[in-house]
């Protein structure tokens, strides 16, 4: 199984066009955070993104002790939560990364950017006291 990926990712423009699409999904949650005022820190490298949540004023993450100290996991466990109703399964840690594939076709990424842009508006219209995560 290894070696067949290997191959399939090797075929011209299929590691390219995976980046592309997740170079899309990082700017959607950038763009969409920013649009409802939520502080997020996202990176990506290749088809690996991840995403922290952060805490009001915090600093930039640099490493797993900046991470622990200004993640807001709360947060991240209401987007999680969010995106699961929306039929999209996350890592459940904002410590984990994700990673996209050629299976994450475009009516997928669409599917899956709609998404994001629909929980963090749930995010920013519900308290955490009463969201129930």
């Known amino acids: 199984a290894g070696l067949t990926t ?4 090797a075929e011209p423009g299929v590691f390219s066009s995976i980046t592309r699409a997740t170079a899309r999904l990082v ?4 763009d969409s955070a920013a649009r409802h005022q939520i502080p997020v820190q996202v990176a990506q490298a ?4 991840g995403c922290y949540f952060l805490k009001h004023g915090a600093g930039t993450i640099r ?3 900046s991470a622990r100290q200004f993640a ?9 939560h969010e995106m699961l109703r929306e039929g999209v399964y996350l890592a459940p840690s904002q410590f984990e990364a994700g ?3 050629s299976a994450h076709d475009e009516t997928i990424l669409q ?6 842009h629909h ?11 009463i969201a129930g995560v």
């Open 99 to 101: 990673f996209l594939s």
């Open 6 to 9: 290997l191959s399939l990712l």
């Open 46 to 49: 290749g088809s690996m993104f």
């Open 119 to 129: 929980a963090m508006d749930r995010l920013r219209q519900t308290p955490a006291s």
């Open 27 to 30: 700017a959607a949650l950038r």
């Open 72 to 80: 807001d996991t709360s947060m991240y466990a209401r987007f999680f």
């Open 63 to 65: 490493n797993y002790s």
């Open 111 to 116: 599917q899956t950017i709609a998404a994001i």
